[in-house]
């Protein structure tokens, strides 16, 4: 079975300060595909980005970054000197190569101060 | 633009009164999906389209209907709504084995009272 786990229900910080949102996933397909989703207070979802299982370079943009670990099975956000505009929940989700669903974990809910 | 769009973003109903919402994409996508969005539980996918006429249940279908007449409309229906369907609705698509990521719809959130 397919599960994503996103342990962090509600992260606090002060802005400016670095975050790194968790993400471990569950799979027994070798070809799969992960997905940050941003949802603002507006309420849409925003997709940040999509990492094949073949593909465990890092990527950065901007003050965004992902590590993609699949000795841990994880799939971690990072937001490097965060913004009040970051404020949102951020889901993690998973597919497998083979089907077109999407598994989304339960969300982090990204809170930044000023 | 590339879009989907769902109508409407906002509803309130009474239980028991037949609603639809209505999902369109312009992006040619062979599948299309809805999800419902609730508090500590993420998005569950409830009903999903491969192409035209080819629909099947997702993880939490009960109380919905869908129909894929065209390609680009996906409507969701719910024949007798009850406060437990009080959700937020995602319709969402993309091409066929969904490696790009979805599409989604801007949401509607529905109140069933």
């Known amino acids: 079975a397919q599960k994503v786990t996103q342990a962090q229900t509600e992260i606090s910080v002060v802005e400016k300060e670095d975050v790194t949102l968790d993400c471990v996933y569950e799979?027994?397909?070798?070809?799969?595909?992960l997905f940050w989703y941003k949802q603002p207070p507006s309420g849409e979802l925003v997709f940040l980005i999509r990492?094949?299982?073949?593909?465990?370079q890092n990527e950065i943009s901007g003050r965004y970054s992902w590590n993609f670990q699949k000795s841990t099975s994880s799939f971690n956000f990072t937001i490097t000197a965060s913004q009040v505009v970051d404020s949102a929940v951020y889901f993690c989700?998973?597919?497998?190569?083979?089907?077109?669903?999407?598994?989304f974990g339960t969300g982090t809910r990204l809170q930044v101060f000023p | 633009e590339a879009q989907v769009t769902q109508n409407p973003r906002y509803l309130i109903t009474v239980t028991g009164k037949k609603l639809t919402v209505t999902c369109s994409q312009n992006?040619?996508?062979?599948?299309m999906s809805w999800y419902r969005q609730d508090p500590g539980l993420g998005l569950r996918q409830i009903y999903y389209?491969?192409?035209?006429?080819?629909?099947d249940k997702g993880d939490v279908p009960e109380g919905y209907k869908v129909s894929r007449k065209e390609k680009r409309n996906f409507p969701l229906i719910l024949e007798s709504p009850s406060p437990n369907q009080t959700s937020l609705y995602f319709c969402?698509?993309?091409?066929?084995?969904?490696?790009?990521?979805?599409?989604f719809g801007s949401g509607t959130r529905l109140t069933v009272v």
């Open positions: 990492r094949n299982s073949f593909d465990e």
């Open positions: 799979t027994r397909d070798t070809t799969y595909y």
């Open positions: 989700a998973l597919s497998a190569y083979n089907t077109d669903k999407l598994i």
């Open positions: 969402a698509s993309t091409t066929l084995t969904g490696t790009y990521g979805y599409t």
């Open positions: 992006m040619n996508h062979e599948y």
């Open positions: 389209s491969m192409n035209v006429e080819v629909t």
